[in-house]
């Protein structure tokens, strides 16, 4: 699916198309982790991922100069993945299965889940993450240090039960 959103922009020659592509597709990688690690789905972050940029190109010739386009690329996301949550949650991927830390944050609350990730993996600042989820920077900083101390305990227990198995 996001090949075919790279080679449907890439066939775009207009002047929109061309400042799209330079500014907005870098930050794919960024968004995909952030989408897969939400969605705890390969397939459905792509969907999300291609659905985002799909509505960041129609409103692209709206973007005011001093506009942060991470920021506002982000923001696209979040409302997809809103509007995506409404479906039934899918089964984890087998690359949740074989990493203990993608399945330390999967198993994660969704509000802990979502300030880790957009923190941790997506490197926006509380702020950002603040204005993007619609809570108090406060709010932000509560779920993450929490967030983190349960993956930490998490991986804790990971890291004990393997020290048992090699032990033995």
């Given at each position: 699916m996001i090949k075919l959103l790279l080679t449907t922009f890439a066939k775009k020659n207009n002047r929109n198309a061309v400042s799209f592509q330079h500014i907005a597709?870098?930050?794919?990688?960024?968004?995909?982790?952030?989408?897969?690690l939400m969605t705890r789905d390969a397939r459905t972050a792509e969907e999300v991922v291609f659905r985002?940029?799909?509505t960041a190109y129609e409103q692209f010739h709206r973007l005011k100069h001093d506009t942060k386009v991470d920021?506002?690329?982000?923001?696209?996301?979040?409302?997809?993945?809103?509007?995506?949550?409404?479906?039934e949650a899918p089964e984890p991927t087998r690359e949740f299965l074989v990493d203990p830390c993608?399945?330390?944050v999967r198993r994660l609350p969704e509000e802990y889940r979502d300030v880790v990730v957009l923190s941790d993996v997506s490197d926006l600042n509380h702020s950002e993450i603040s204005d993007l989820l619609g809570c108090s920077i406060g709010d932000v900083q509560a779920r993450l240090l929490?967030?983190?101390?349960?993956?930490?305990?998490?991986?804790g227990t990971f890291t004990e039960h393997l020290a048992d198995i090699f032990d033995t």
């Open positions: 597709l870098p930050m794919m990688d960024r968004l995909y982790r952030t989408a897969f985002t940029y799909a920021l506002w690329m982000f923001r696209l996301l979040i409302s997809t993945l809103s509007e995506n949550s409404n479906k993608f399945e330390a929490i967030g983190r101390r349960l993956l930490a305990q998490s991986l």
